[in-house]
């Protein structure tokens, strides 16, 4: 990105032009090669556009009047026969009806930082990839479907501050969290989106700069070096990016030429009142060809290893109609854009946000799918929280909760997302939804996150919730990382690590994690006692495991199951009080129809893990 580009072509705003540009921000926005530095920008059917620019010891504008490029005269450009990097700026934009708007640029590479609004002029990047940084990210997703996946979300503003109860820079987080993740034994972190944004309390998610990092955490070489000591850690590092809606800020993209521009041109689709923001018009071969390019912007020049889109709900499906009717229109942009993304970047993941059935966004596009990797099961979310909410004495009216996620589990490949979403505006912490005496929550939330690692797909675990965060997720200086100095607490935190240690040994809990060979019920609807028990299974059958889930208060101490071999069989997890080791031996006794049976001990509040004692013999 240091050689500046001194023209666009015909043939390359002819690519613009029909949504088939993927490196739009090599020629618009601001750029410095030697003494020169140029800005372009798409802003048609205007009278006049200047750019004004500040620098970085001056308080005065100076403004520069624009000219229509030769061969289109939508495009503005100047070239300052001066390096400007450092230097702030805004485009003056006069509509035909001689209005005068201050617009950030689109395209910047940095932003001030917030209040302020103004697009910086980037520095060249110093950071330079280590050949071991690239191999990584080569094969950090290989074979990604056979292999254990527990993504760690967070936001990294209030996940925790410095001794000054300040942001931490992108560098101070990497020495902090990478080994915190490790030591958690999770294998990727989700960041919640660093694209530029006004609002903290956004969280992100209402973005004005879809090529600039935040400035909140540092420089784009701070992030750069965050994103390096991820891979030389083997950690993948997944960006929440937001494709489908933007912030409605005057200084921003709204009404960019004093018209609908970058919006829905269409009234009835173009605002979401709940969210306070505004679709793209993907319709516009500018606007997909903005958004293909800034997809590709963070995979080529920050190498992430994945993108979470978020929101795909406002592009599968027509908005602001109750019906969710199918949004052809939409669906064409994403199946455009994924498979974009996967011919220049094939070992990224990505993973779509679709709180609504739409059909195979996870197959791929030849095969009249998305193209998404992985898709968030909201399903098994909805339902299962749902059902861990309900005091445990009604909760055999809602058996069919716990196992209905297993009838279309195959349909689709599934993430298990236990988000920030659900943590949140009054939800409560998984904690705290749960019912009872607070001994009876942790047992509780132990046997949750125990269910959520033995049902079938990758998981994702947001912040806090590993070590039993008491209060919801609040834009707050940081978790309540004091509570880990309560028993209670600690012992959270030690289990999740132990479990997700044990996930990522047991093969069975992922090898098969999209096929149906993998799972099987031994007992679906004991809805009297509120146990559910099936079977996990990998490629060899030495790794398949027993799981059973007692949801109930009540402990029973012979519980028959039926079991599918004439072995003996060793306790070698469990989420409760009890301790592992326990072994049984099997009866003759078909049971569940399987040929044979074990009474095992079952407490309440408890999943236990059962497999065959590996000294023993199959008869």
């Known amino acids: 990105m240091n050689d500046l580009k001194s023209h666009l072509t015909q043939d390359l705003l002819d690519a613009f032009h029909a949504g088939l540009m993927k490196d739009a921000y090599l020629y618009f926005g601001a750029h410095v090669a030697a003494d020169k530095t140029r800005f372009t920008i798409w802003v048609p059917d205007v009278a006049n556009v200047a750019v004004a620019c500040t620098g970085p010891e001056s308080r005065e504008d100076e403004v520069f009047q624009m000219e229509q490029h030769p061969l289109d ?32 640029d689109p395209y910047a590479l940095a932003s001030e930082m917030r209040p302020q609004t103004k697009s910086v002029v980037a520095a060249a990047s110093k950071h330079t990839w280590s050949k071991t940084v690239l191999q990584q990210k080569q094969i950090q997703n290989n074979d990604h479907r056979e292999k254990p996946m527990v993504i760690y979300e967070l936001h990294i ?17 990497a020495s902090i969290l990478i080994p915190y993740i490790l030591d958690r034994g999770f294998t990727h972190i989700e960041i919640l989106p660093i694209t530029e944004h006004p609002l903290d309390e956004s969280w992100g998610y209402q973005t004005t700069g879809y090529f ?61 009142p709940d969210w306070g923001t505004l679709n793209f018009d993907i319709q516009k071969g500018e606007v997909v060809s903005f958004l293909i390019s800034s997809g590709h912007f ?24 109750k019906e969710r009717p199918h949004n052809q229109e939409g669906t064409d942009f994403l199946r455009k854009l994924t498979n974009s993304l996967r011919e220049f970047y094939p070992e990224v993941l990505l993973i779509a946000e679709d709180a609504w059935h739409y059909p195979k966004v996870t197959h791929d596009v030849s095969e009249g799918g998305v193209g998404f990797h992985y898709k968030w099961n909201f399903g098994w979310m909805r ?16 058996h069919q909760k716990m196992n209905f996620s297993l009838i279309y589990q195959y349909e689709e490949r599934y ?65 309540d990382w004091a509570s880990l100095e309560t028993e209670e607490h600690k012992r959270m935190a ?44 990998g490629y ?80």
């Not at 939508?74 to 230097?87: A, F, S």
């Not at 963070?298 to 109609?321: H, Q, S, T, Y």
């Not at 993998?518 to 146990?531: L, P, R």
Request: glycine share 6%; hydrophobic share 35%.
């Open 157 to 173: 503003g209030t996940w925790k501050r410095n001794a000054q109860g300040d942001f931490l820079n992108y560098r101070e987080l």
């Open 298 to 321: 963070w995979l080529n020049e920050f190498k992430f290893d994945g993108f979470r889109m978020d929101a795909l709900v406002c592009l599968l499906f027509i908005p602001n109609k």
């Open 383 to 398: 339902d299962t929280l749902d059902y861990m909410e309900i005091q445990p004495s009604q909760r055999s009216e809602a």
């Open 494 to 537: 030690d289990f999740t690590k132990d479990l997700l240690g044990f996930y990522k040994t047991e093969k069975a809990f992922f090898e098969l994690d999209d096929h149906p060979d993998g799972f099987s019920w031994i007992d679906a609807d004991n809805h009297e006692q509120s146990v559910a028990a099936f079977i996990r299974r």
């Open 212 to 272: 600039a990092p935040t400035s909140r955490y540092g420089t784009a070489d701070d992030l750069k070096y965050f994103i390096s000591q991820c891979a030389e850690n083997k950690v993948g590092l997944i960006m929440d990016w937001v494709p489908g809606h933007f912030c409605v800020d005057e200084h921003s993209l709204a009404l960019f030429n004093g018209s609908t521009l970058y919006e829905e041109h269409r009234e009835e689709r173009r605002a979401n």
């Open 415 to 479: 993430l298990l997302a236990l988000s920030h979403d659900e943590v949140v505006n009054g939800r409560g912490s998984l904690l705290n939804k749960l019912p009872g005496t607070l001994d009876e929550r942790f047992l509780q939330l132990r046997l949750l996150l125990g269910f959520w690692i033995a049902h079938p797909g990758k998981k994702l675990l947001f912040m806090g919730q590993e070590f039993g965060h008491f209060e919801e997720w609040e834009f707050k200086p940081e978790l």
């Open 73 to 104: 005269e939508t495009v503005w450009h100047i070239q300052i026969p001066r390096k400007m990097t450092g230097y702030s700026y805004e485009y003056i934009i006069e509509t035909q009806d001689g209005q005068k708007l201050r617009k950030s």
């Open 540 to 619: 060899m059958p030495q790794d398949e495991c027993i799981v059973v889930c007692n949801f109930s208060s009540h402990h029973y101490e012979d519980f028959k199951l039926g079991v599918p071999k004439s072995t003996e069989y060793e306790k070698i997890f469990t989420s409760g009080n009890d301790v592992r080791g326990d072994v049984v031996g099997t009866a003759d006794d078909p049971y569940d129809d399987l040929p044979y049976s074990v009474e095992v001990d079952l407490p309440a509040f408890t999943m236990s893990i059962w497999k065959q004692k590996q000294d023993g013999s199959e008869a």
